[in-house]
Nanobody, 124 residues
Framework: VQLQASGGGLVQAGDSLRLSCAASGRTINSYSVAWFRQAPGKEREFVAASAVQNMGTYYDDSVKGRFTISRDKAKNTVNLQMNSLKPEDTAVYYC??????????????????WGQGTLVTVSS
């Protein structure tokens, strides 16, 4: 599976952005898909995931209530709607696909396909 992330940009605090992760080669619906992010000088961290096992969605506490992950099966794409953006959301966002167990859905080790990243910059 090849993943292509897009939709990043420069926005102001409080604005919204929608990131997209387009898959090619195989249907993304056979995999759990997650978004991770990495801010300058920080480690990569989990943002959100859509689990293939139960179609449940999972979020880091820092984005819960502001971000929504969703699948567009017809377009073989997973989206991340980001609302009420904050400067601390500034990072390179990566989408990833794999089959981690539910208890490890937020761990990057369970994902074996990664997109190239898209930069989100939120100004205050």
């Amino acid at each position: 599976v090849q993943l292509q992330a897009s939709g990043g940009g420069l926005v102001q605090a409080g604005d919204s952005l929608r990131l997209s992760c387009a898959a090619s080669g195989r249907t993304i619906n056979s995999y759990s898909v997650a978004w991770f992010r990495q801010a300058p000088g920080k480690e990569r961290e989990f943002v959100a995931a859509s689990a293939v096992q139960n179609m449940g969605t999972y979020y880091d506490d820092s984005v819960k209530g502001r971000f929504t992950i969703s699948r567009d099966k017809a377009k073989n794409t997973v989206n991340l709607q980001m609302n009420s953006l904050k400067p601390e959301d500034t990072a390179v966002y990566y989408c990833a696909a794999g089959r981690p167990i539910i208890s490890s859905i937020s761990r990057s080790a369970g994902y074996y396909y990664w997109g190239q990243g898209t930069l989100v910059t939120v100004s205050s």
